[in-house]
């Protein structure tokens, strides 16, 4: 069977010769792990679209066991992000969270909207990079089935609290006069905060990388996203680990 499809290149191992083995977040089957034959050969057009962090359109043929990519063509490269090694990282970062928590073998036109989106914004550097990170860590989780709780306080339904307190363990967060019931590790959100995950968890993807937060709440609200994939998904992150060794 023959699939012609869009995709991102979320990893690559290179194999004998000239061949590799890609994985790609493509629209219409999700995640998929193919063969592509000649991509090393700087002359061919396979070598710029099987790149990680490209995006392209691919010809794909399916076997029963096998995907066989025939044909790649790249339609974007990113090549700010390329240039810069912590923004490189982060969309490292991304990828492995995508490996992880997007689904194969089944559309996901919104998962890769929501990674070419982050890459873009990434790309065009008129974003703070936090935010960025916060939104779409946040989106991914609630995209994937991790949907955190953020309507309101989940003991007596305050909708806002100068003292909310959200918990990763949980995904629900506590106002002020309830927060004394959590024996659970918590993160202080507050309002701006609290308002800040909502955006991320509920907005459109059309303004999901559209708000600002001063530095020191968007250190917070990056901890809080942090500690909630750590705490909804059993796997250490390793391109995360290197991309905060750049931030130091
Ligand atoms: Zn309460």
Sequence with gaps: MKITTDGLVIREQSLKEQDKV?????????IIRAFIHGAKSIKSPKSTASGLLTYSDFEIYKSR??????????????????????????????CELLAVLAPEESQADDFLRLALNALYFLSKGDRPVSVIKSAFELKLMTMAGFMPDLTCCCECG???????IFIPESGKLLCG?????????????????????????YSEMKKLFAF?????????????SEN??????????KTLDFYKTLRI
């Design 212 to 224: 600002t937060l001063p530095d020191d709440a968007l250190s917070v609200l990056e901890y809080a």
């Design 65 to 94: 066991d096998n995907y066989i990519i025939d044909d790649a063509r790249a339609k974007e490269v990113f090549m700010p992000v390329r240039r810069d090694i912590e923004k490189l990282a982060l969309g490292q970062y991304f």
């Design 158 to 164: 305050c909708y806002e609290h100068e003292n909310m």
């Design 177 to 201: 006069d309830c927060s004394g019931i959590s024996k659970k590790k918590h993160i202080q959100t507050g309002i701006s905060i609290t308002h800040a995950m909502r955006h991320c968890v």
């Design 22 to 30: 890609l994985t790609v977040l493509t629209s219409a089957n999700g």
């Design 228 to 237: 909630y994939i750590a705490a909804q998904v059993p796997k250490n992150f």
